[in-house]
């Protein structure tokens, strides 16, 4: 998602361009539930990137879906560069096919960069603020909840039992894979809504 904006929508912009643009569009990469902080960990992003060659495209709906980081948003422009690729960026109407476009790339990729600092700047000083009157920062467990003054953990019911099922599924022999596949299969949530990944078993496992 983007600010609303379902995957599909993004793809049907994606597809509009290239017709619009007589470009064909070859390919299609996501990387669905994963941050634009960093492409360390963006599979698809990197796909795309040792998929493009000279005079291809990569275009996206959105300059944060590739990355919320100057350093990986200039490396890509260096990228894009030496292999005679270009980016598009619908939101921002980025096209790098022109001087005037490579200037704005790197503009905005300076700006993205400054607003995520500002924004960085903004919590520190609020966890700051709250350490200083008492109050609780930092991850709350899983399986618990914050009390109303803000400060104390209380058990959560229905978490706690999830928890019990977890550990008593991997007494059980129960692989994570498996353990994970009966969770979303049973239609459990977890705290965010979504479904089980293993990765998240793994940490939680870890941390009981």
């Given at each position: 998602?983007?600010?609303?904006?379902?995957?599909?929508?993004?793809?049907?912009?994606?597809?509009?361009?290239?017709?619009?643009n007589d470009y064909e569009l070859v390919k299609i990469y996501?990387?669905?539930?994963?941050?634009?902080?960093?492409?360390?960990?963006r599979d698809g992003l990197l796909q795309a990137m040792d998929f493009l060659g000279r005079d291809s495209v990569l275009v996206t709906y959105?300059?944060?879906?590739?990355s919320r980081?100057?350093?990986?948003?200039?490396?890509?422009?260096?990228e894009l560069q030496k292999k005679g690729a270009n980016l598009v960026s619908l939101t921002e109407k980025i096209d790098t096919t022109s001087a005037a476009g490579k200037m704005i790339f790197n503009m905005l990729?300076?700006?993205?960069?400054?607003?995520?600092?500002?924004?960085?700047?903004?919590?520190?000083a609020a966890?700051?603020?709250?350490?200083?009157?008492?109050?609780r920062i930092?991850?709350?467990?899983?399986?618990?909840?914050?009390?109303?003054?803000?400060?104390?953990?209380?058990?959560n019911q229905q978490e706690q039992e999830i928890l019990s099922n977890i550990m008593t599924l991997r007494k059980q022999g129960y692989s994570l894979r498996?353990?994970?596949?009966?969770?979303?299969?049973?239609?459990?949530?977890?705290?965010?809504?979504?479904?089980?990944?293993?990765?998240?078993i793994h940490n939680l496992l870890k941390a009981a």
């Open positions: 998602m983007d600010d609303g904006v379902s995957l599909e929508a993004q793809q049907a912009k994606i597809e509009a361009w290239c017709l619009a996501r990387d669905e539930g994963i941050s634009g902080k960093s492409m360390a960990n959105s300059m944060s879906r590739i980081n100057i350093r990986d948003m200039l490396d890509i422009g260096d990729a300076v700006m993205n960069q400054f607003e995520r600092d500002q924004i960085s700047e903004r919590t520190t966890l700051q603020y709250k350490k200083s009157i008492g109050q930092g991850t709350i467990p899983y399986g618990y909840s914050l009390a109303d003054d803000g400060v104390h953990l209380i058990k498996k353990i994970t596949a009966q969770l979303n299969a049973d239609g459990v949530m977890t705290r965010r809504g979504s479904e089980w990944r293993v990765q998240y």
